[in-house]
C-alpha cells in the first residue's frame, strides 16, 4: 500500500486514498452492471471492514469508506475472489470508461454501449503505452438513445448513431463520424495522440479539453490519422428521468451519491437481474416493478424525480474528509428544504476549493475557505465570493431572506 497512499490521488481499489474517516476504496465496476451476489458481498466488505457507507461517483464508480488500513489486504483478496481487482494499479486505472445504463432495454438506443465498453476496457489494459495517461482521463460511450451521457465528464466521447459512431474530445460539440468496427481503435490512437501533443506543451494539459483549448480539435484528429473532412456536428441528447417506475426499470436516487451497506444489501435483493450504476447519483433496477418503490422509500433511498435534495450536490465535508473547512451535507440538507421546487442543481456544497461534487458552475456555490463558507453566484467553489467567512447560520438566514445582495 505504502505509496499509494498519497492524498490528493483518484483512488482505486488497488490504490486506496487516505482520508478523515479512512481509506477510500474506488471500485471501477465493467460496464456499470454489478449482479446481485458481487453487490451483496460489497456490502458485507463495507460493514465488516469499511464503515458501512460506499459513495456512487460522477462516472459510476462505487467507493468503499472507512476501510480500516489493517484490513486492507484482506479487502483486496475479497474483491479478487469476487473478480473484482485489476491485475495491478496502471491497469485499474487505465481502465476508465462510462456508458449508458440501459442500452439492452431502451428501444432508443442505437446500439449495446456495454458490449463496446468491454472491448475498450480490455484495449487500454492491454495497451501498456497508454498508462500514461493523466489519472482522470476517461472515455464515454453514449448509445444514442434516451439514457444519453450529456453532461457526463469525458475526455475522449463516442456516440453511437444510425451510420457509426461520432467521436468527439472534451466537451467539444464537434466530432467525426467512423465506422462502428474502427471506434475502439480510433479512440486509443486519439488517446496516443493526446499523449504526443500534450508532451509538447509547457506544462502538458492534463485533459483533452485543454489541449483542444491549446491546438484545437482538428489537429488531435489529424495526429490520430483520422481525417477532418469528416467532421460534423454531433447533436446533444437530454437525459431521460431516471428516478420512479419506467417501463425499463426502477431507479432510485442516493442522496448525495451516498449509499450505506444496508441499502446496497436491500438494491441486490430486489433486482432482478443486474444493477445498474449511473453516474448521475441514480442506481437502476431493470425489469422490477413499481410494487417494490415503497421498500426502497423507507430504506432512505430517493423514489421521487422531484425530491429537493436531487437538486443539490455536497460533497463529504467535515469529518469525513481531511481536507474539509466545514460540514456539508447537513447544511445542503437544510437549505435543499428551503427551495422545494427546484429543477436541476441550483446549489452546490463543497467542504473545500477542490469541488469534488460537481465541476459544473451552480447557481449557488458555498465553498469552505479559512474557517467559515464563502458564497458564490452563478459559478464554481474557486470563483471570487459575493460573501465571504459565513457561518451556517448567517447562510440559512441569507437564503430565508431571498437576496444575496450585500
Ligand atoms: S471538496 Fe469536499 S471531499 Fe473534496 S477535498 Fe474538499 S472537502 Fe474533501
Same mark, same amino acid.
Given at each position: 500500500?505504502?505509496?499509494?497512499?498519497? /492524498?490528493g490521488w483518484?483512488? +482505486?481499489?488497488?490504490?486506496p486514498m487516505?482520508?478523515g474517516d479512512?481509506?477510500?476504496?474506488?471500485l471501477r465496476?465493467s460496464g456499470?452492471?454489478?449482479?446481485?451476489?458481487?453487490?451483496r458481498?460489497?456490502?458485507?466488505i463495507?460493514?465488516h471492514?469499511g464503515?458501512?457507507?460506499?459513495?456512487?461517483g460522477?462516472?459510476?464508480?462505487?467507493?468503499?469508506?472507512?476501510? /480500516?488500513e489493517?484490513d486492507f489486504?484482506?479487502?483486496?483478496?475479497?474483491l479478487?475472489a469476487?473478480?473484482?481487482?485489476?491485475?495491478?494499479e496502471?491497469a485499474e486505472?487505465?481502465?476508465?470508461v462510462?456508458?449508458?445504463? %440501459?442500452?439492452d432495454?431502451?428501444?432508443?438506443?442505437?446500439g449495446d454501449?456495454?458490449?463496446?465498453?468491454k472491448?475498450m476496457?480490455?484495449a487500454?489494459v492491454?495497451?501498456?503505452?497508454?498508462?500514461?495517461?493523466?489519472?482522470k482521463f476517461?472515455f464515454?460511450?453514449?448509445?444514442g438513445?434516451r439514457?444519453g451521457?450529456t453532461?457526463?465528464?469525458?475526455?475522449i466521447?463516442?456516440?453511437?448513431?444510425?451510420d457509426?459512431v461520432a467521436v468527439?474530445?472534451?466537451?467539444?460539440s464537434? +466530432?467525426?463520424?467512423?465506422?462502428?468496427?474502427?471506434?475502439v481503435a480510433?479512440a486509443l490512437r486519439?488517446? @496516443?495522440?493526446? %499523449?504526443?501533443?500534450?508532451? /509538447?506543451?509547457?506544462?502538458?494539459?492534463r485533459?483533452?479539453?485543454?489541449l483542444v483549448?491549446?491546438?484545437g480539435?482538428e489537429a488531435i484528429f489529424?495526429?490520430?490519422?483520422l481525417g477532418?473532412?469528416?467532421v460534423m456536428l454531433?447533436p446533444?441528447?437530454d437525459?431521460?428521468p431516471l428516478?420512479?417506475?419506467?417501463p425499463?426499470?426502477?431507479g432510485?436516487?442516493?442522496?448525495?451519491?451516498r449509499?450505506?451497506?444496508?441499502?446496497?444489501h436491500? %438494491?441486490?435483493?430486489l433486482?432482478?437481474s443486474?444493477?445498474?450504476?449511473?453516474p448521475f447519483?441514480?442506481v437502476?433496477l431493470p425489469g422490477?416493478?413499481?410494487?417494490?418503490?415503497?421498500?426502497?422509500?423507507?430504506?432512505?433511498?430517493?423514489t421521487?424525480?422531484?425530491?429537493?435534495?436531487l437538486?443539490?450536490a455536497?460533497c463529504p465535508?467535515?469529518?469525513a474528509?481531511?481536507?474539509?473547512?466545514t460540514e456539508?451535507r447537513g447544511?445542503a440538507?437544510r437549505?435543499a428544504?428551503?427551495?422545494?421546487?427546484? @429543477?436541476?442543481?441550483w446549489l452546490?456544497?463543497?467542504?473545500?476549493?477542490?469541488?469534488?461534487?460537481?465541476s459544473?458552475a451552480h447557481?449557488?456555490?458555498?465553498?469552505g475557505?479559512?474557517?467559515g463558507?464563502?458564497l458564490?453566484?452563478?459559478?464554481r467553489p474557486?470563483?471570487?465570493?459575493r @460573501?465571504?467567512g459565513?457561518?451556517p447560520e448567517a447562510?440559512?438566514?441569507?437564503?430565508?431572506?431571498g437576496t444575496?445582495?450585500?
Open positions: 500500500m505504502n505509496q499509494a497512499l498519497i /492524498r483518484c483512488p +482505486g481499489a488497488r490504490r487516505r482520508s479512512g481509506l477510500i476504496l474506488r465496476i456499470g452492471r454489478l449482479a446481485p451476489e458481487p453487490a458481498a460489497i456490502a458485507g463495507a460493514r471492514h464503515n458501512g457507507e460506499l459513495d456512487l460522477r462516472r459510476g464508480g462505487l467507493q468503499l469508506r472507512g476501510v /480500516r489493517g489486504s484482506a479487502v483486496e483478496a475479497e479478487a469476487l473478480g473484482l481487482l485489476d491485475a495491478d496502471g486505472a487505465v481502465r476508465n462510462v456508458a449508458s445504463p %440501459l442500452s432495454l431502451d428501444e432508443t438506443a442505437r454501449a456495454f458490449a463496446l465498453a472491448q476496457e480490455a487500454l492491454a495497451d501498456e503505452s497508454l498508462r500514461l495517461l493523466p489519472g476517461g464515454s460511450i453514449d448509445d438513445g439514457f451521457l453532461g457526463v465528464s469525458a475526455d466521447r463516442l456516440r453511437l448513431m444510425q457509426g468527439s474530445l472534451g466537451g467539444d464537434q +466530432g467525426i463520424l467512423i465506422r462502428t468496427e474502427d471506434a480510433g486519439l488517446a @496516443h495522440a493526446f %499523449l504526443d501533443l500534450a508532451s /509538447r506543451i509547457d506544462p502538458p494539459p485533459r483533452m479539453a485543454a483549448r491549446h491546438v480539435a489529424a495526429a490520430a490519422g477532418r473532412e469528416s454531433v446533444r441528447s437525459v431521460a428516478i420512479g417506475a419506467f425499463t426499470h426502477v432510485v436516487g442516493l442522496p448525495f451519491g449509499l450505506s451497506a444496508d441499502q446496497l436491500l %438494491l441486490a435483493d433486482s432482478a443486474n444493477l445498474r450504476l449511473t447519483r441514480a437502476l422490477v416493478s413499481v410494487s417494490v418503490l415503497p421498500r426502497l422509500a423507507k430504506a432512505g433511498l430517493i421521487q424525480p422531484d425530491d429537493p435534495l437538486a443539490v455536497a465535508g467535515a469529518p474528509c481531511g481536507s474539509a473547512i456539508t447544511l440538507r437549505l428544504a428551503l427551495k422545494p421546487d427546484a @429543477h436541476g442543481t452546490h456544497v463543497s467542504g473545500c476549493e477542490k469541488g469534488c461534487a460537481s459544473a447557481a449557488v456555490t458555498l465553498v475557505r479559512d474557517g463558507l464563502d458564490v453566484l452563478d459559478g474557486t470563483d471570487p465570493p @460573501h465571504a459565513l457561518s447562510v440559512e438566514a441569507l437564503f430565508r431572506s444575496f445582495e450585500k
